[in-house]
Nanobody, 128 residues
């Protein structure tokens, strides 16, 4: 079993930057991928969450982003210390959401329903 715990969410102003962290523990291995999702209001279930990006927990730690955040958000991580980051820049009102990290074995997916392990999420609120 893999456990995930997000942190770093808070109230910020539009245009600000913010970094979220995801601490990964348990039986994580190099066959896993760990992804960031966000949950917009009214969309409660994992398969409704919006994919932001992912990093494979393999040696090459390849990273993929959703088109909607390319150029503004950046994912980084340390597989030896089991932590994943999401750097968010030029935040917009529309980035307000609850942000989750999630893990699955094998190939990454944009579909939240394919991820088995989820954290509790961290709330990011962007004000004008």
């Amino acid at each position: 079993q893999v456990q995930l715990a997000e942190s770093g969410g808070r109230l910020v102003q539009a245009g600000d930057s913010l970094r979220l962290s995801c601490a990964v523990s348990g039986r994580i291995s190099r066959i896993y991928t760990v992804a960031w999702f966000r949950q917009n209001q009214g969309k409660e279930r994992p398969f409704e969450r919006e994919f932001i990006g992912q990093m494979t927990w393999s040696i090459d730690s390849s990273i993929t982003y959703a088109d909607s955040v390319k150029g503004r958000f950046a994912i980084s991580g340390d597989t030896n210390n089991n932590i994943l980051y999401l750097q968010m820049n030029s935040l917009k009102l529309s980035d307000t959401a609850r942000y989750y990290c999630a893990a699955k074995k094998g190939t990454w997916s944009e579909y939240g329903g394919s991820y088995i392990n989820w954290g509790q999420g961290t709330q990011v609120t962007v004000s004008s």
